[in-house]
Nanobody, 120 residues
Framework: VQLQASGGGLVQPGGSLRLSCAAS????????MGWYRQAPGKQRDLVAH???????VYTDSVKGRFTISRDNARNTVYLQMDSLKPEDTAVYYC???????????????WGQGTQVTVSS
């Protein structure tokens, strides 16, 4: 299984970015997909995740500014980030909890990080 993330970059405060992450490989179903981020010298923290049914959870600091969505047919998760702040600067990692076959255990996979820098 591979998770390919894209969409990071440099943006000014108040700007927007959209991250995408597509999962491919031996996948029967994906239960949850989401994003973590890690700033220099800090631990990796949850940003948001979304279940296959569309239930989304956000960390408090991004509520009202970030929107997570997914395309189940394409095994892809998106993170629309608006009103970006310098403190959003981090490497963003996507992940997926998925099954390789019907009734199989859930397994976690991570994508490569994508850098988001918010600076004037």
């Amino acid at each position: 299984v591979q998770l390919q993330a894209s969409g990071g970059g440099l943006v000014q405060p108040g700007g927007s970015l959209r991250l995408s992450c597509a999962a491919s490989g031996n996948i029967f179903s994906i239960y949850r997909m989401g994003w973590y981020r890690q700033a220099p010298g800090k631990q990796r923290d949850l940003v948001a995740h979304i279940t296959s049914g569309g239930t989304a959870v956000y960390t408090d600091s991004v509520k009202g500014r970030f929107t997570i969505s997914r395309d189940n047919a394409r095994n892809t998760v998106y993170l629309q980030m608006d009103s970006l702040k310098p403190e959003d600067t981090a490497v963003y990692y996507c992940y997926a909890n998925l099954r390789h076959w019907s009734g199989g255990n859930l397994n976690a996979y991570w994508g490569q990080g994508t850098q988001v820098t918010v600076s004037s």
